[in-house]
Nanobody
Framework: QVQLVESGGGLVQAGGSLRLSCAAS????????MGWFRQAPGKEREFVAG????????LYGDSVKGRFTISRDGSKNTMYLQMNNLKPEDTAVYYC??????????????WGQGTQVTVSS
């Protein structure tokens, strides 16, 4: 059973930065595609960023391109989301997710419990 645990959320002022972490356990995910999604109150869950499983590519939602960076450390079985120049509209619960396969499908097989990010204006 795969478990994904997010950390690093919190309250930050607009223009600030946060780094989210997603630690995986239960199996190594070094060859699995992983990604971040977010959901703001009253809105549908939104794709934020994704990274292939050893395929050398990453994807970003239009609203975060140029501000967020997704990365992973295979030795730690951990994925990160560096968020810079945060805006109030980035306020949401951020979810870590993973596919069973190497290609990011946008329909993950595993989900974390979420971490709250709040950006004040």
């Amino acid at each position: 059973q795969v478990q994904l645990v997010e950390s690093g959320g919190g309250l930050v002022q607009a223009g600030g930065s946060l780094r989210l972490s997603c630690a995986a356990s239960g199996r190594t995910l070094i060859s699995s595609a992983m990604g971040w999604f977010r959901q703001a109150p009253g809105k549908e869950r939104e794709f934020v960023a994704g990274i292939g499983g050893g395929l050398g590519y990453s994807l970003y939602g239009d609203s975060v391109k140029g501000r967020f960076t997704i990365s992973r450390d295979g030795s730690k079985n951990t994925m990160y989301l560096q968020m810079n120049n945060l805006k109030p509209e980035d306020t949401a619960v951020y979810y870590c997710a993973a596919d069973k396969g190497r290609v990011f499908t946008g329909r993950p097989d595993y989900w974390g419990q979420g971490t709250q990010v709040t950006v004040s204006s």
